[in-house]
Nanobody, 124 residues
């Protein structure tokens, strides 16, 4: 499955963005999908993930501000980002686990398919 992330941009602190992760090649309605971020000089970090049954998990730093959701009719997963902070600035990647895996992982190494990343910049 091929993933395409979009929706990044430049926003002021306190603003909002909605990222989209669209799958092509085949449906990813049977995959756990996650969002990760990577700031310059830092390792890629877990942000949020969603299971086939719409169970979700979030990094502590984004709880209450970010919401992950999926629309299987559009083969797309979203990350609604509210109350953005300058420390949220990073490249955001979406990723999917293998089709038979139903458990969320917070480790990037457990995800088989990756999108190209979309830049989010939050100014103070």
């Amino acid at each position: 499955v091929q993933l395409q992330a979009s929706g990044g941009g430049l926003v002021q602190a306190g603003g909002s963005l909605r990222l989209s992760c669209a799958a092509s090649g085949r449906t990813f309605s049977n995959n756990v999908v996650g969002w990760f971020c990577q700031a310059p000089g830092k390792q890629r970090e877990f942000v949020a993930a969603i299971t086939i049954g719409d169970s979700t998990a979030y990094a502590d730093s984004v709880k209450g501000r970010f919401t992950i959701s999926r629309d299987n009719t559009k083969n797309t997963v979203y990350l609604q980002m509210n109350s953005l902070k300058p420390e949220d600035t990073a490249v955001y990647y979406c990723a999917a686990r293998g089709g038979r895996i139903t458990v969320i992982s917070r480790s990037p190494s457990q995800y088989n398919y990756w999108g190209q990343g979309t830049q989010v910049t939050v100014s103070s």
